[in-house]
């Protein structure tokens, strides 16, 4: 029997303990280009041991609402940054840490224009995106050793979005 949550909003407040919310959301830091293009500088706690940060491409399959979240994984050597190569919704699941495996998780619907950075070492479900194409740009370690640990979950959730 799986267990069910809810999708909420993500707001920069709700996401903080598993991350960065990357927007543009008010003036830019500084503006460039002759004034044509505001930089919001510095928006990712990019975090790396034991190698570089790499731009990868992926290309997940699209999923849907309700999803059956029954896997996830944490990536101890660094941190991911999900930069959509789209305009669609998607969604990310994350969980603090309960003794080495997942705690409960919370479940976020990340819009247009927005971007997410998962801190090294938080559980997360994998790349979901609710709609094709499922292009992302993902920031994150290139490096020697192991970077990945995953954890099937003895009983799933089921993700329903939030009306």
Known sequence: MSRVIRTQALTPEAFAPFGDVLEV???PDKLINAG???RFHDRAKLDFADGRPGISLFDATPSALPYTLDLMERH???SQCFVPMHDKEWLVTVA???GGVPGDPL???VG???AINIHRGIWHGVLTPLHAPGLFAVIDRIGPGANLEEHTLDRPYRVE???
Request: net charge negative; hydrophobic share 25%.
């Open 25 to 27: 959301s008010g003036p």
């Open 36 to 38: 044509l293009c505001g």
């Open 76 to 78: 101890p050597e660094g």
């Open 96 to 98: 603090t840490d309960a």
């Open 107 to 109: 479940a976020f619907l």
């Open 112 to 114: 247009s224009g927005r």
């Open 161 to 163: 979005q939030n009306h």
